[in-house]
């Protein structure tokens, strides 16, 4: 369970090398992931809101802050959140392709009629955000399979939807490897996909 303080990685910084340099993990996880949680804590001290409710229920419990602060703790505890998924959905020990054997393969190919499919709109959705955001394969509220485009640290979480995977695009996650050459970095992403965590998120 997700708490208030950064989680440690289930692997070194230079695992996921080539693919995703050891500089820009150490850098995303330890200085921007911590300082979106270091913001929170600071905005929502002496609340008595993070010792009451876990990362996810306090996003269900924003209207308890004060409106002057609320946006902030929004963009925050998202940046936590969607951060804090993105470490569990890459791994060093990648399988490249969905397993074939799982409910989200099968869930995969009758969305978008084929793996390589969804793999292309995926990439679409994650290359056409404008700025800072993510992208998402979600099971919706009906329990199907859809892409969606985030802006800022904003989660699916809020509109009650679950990711199975997601990117973060903010350059900050790829700036150091690929400068400004997005694509480069999905590219780069599907190389290290946890497709077994994403079963898991998928089926759980
Ligand atoms: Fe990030």
């Not at 490249?96 to 709109?121: C, H, I, P």
């Not at 150091?176 to 759980?204: C, G, M, P, T």
């Amino acid at each position: 369970m997700l708490s208030h303080s950064l989680p440690e990685l289930s692997y070194p910084y230079d695992a996921l090398e080539p693919h995703i340099d050891a500089l820009t993990m150490e850098i995303h996880h330890s200085r921007h992931h911590q300082t979106y949680i270091t913001n929170y804590l600071k905005l929502l001290e002496w609340t008595g809101l993070t010792e009451k409710y876990s990362p996810s229920e306090l996003l269900a419990h924003l209207d308890e802050v004060d409106s002057e602060k609320k946006q902030g703790a929004i963009n925050n505890l998202g940046g936590h959140i969607n951060h804090s998924f993105f470490w569990s959905i890459i791994t060093p020990h990648p399988l490249n392709r969905v397993l074939s054997t799982g409910n989200l393969s099968a869930a995969l190919q009758e969305t978008f009629g084929s793996f390589d499919e969804f793999r292309d709109q995926f990439t679409a959705t994650a290359l056409t955000i404008f700025g800072s955001g993510w992208a998402w394969l979600v099971k919706d509220k009906h329990g199907s399979l859809a892409l969606r485009q985030t802006t800022g640290q904003n989660t699916p979480l809020s509109d009650g939807e679950k990711p199975i995977i997601g990117i973060d695009v903010w350059e900050h996650a790829y700036y150091l490897k690929h400068q400004n050459k997005r694509a480069d970095y999905i590219a780069a992403f599907w190389n290290v996909v946890d497709w077994v965590q994403a079963e898991k998120n998928f089926s759980e």
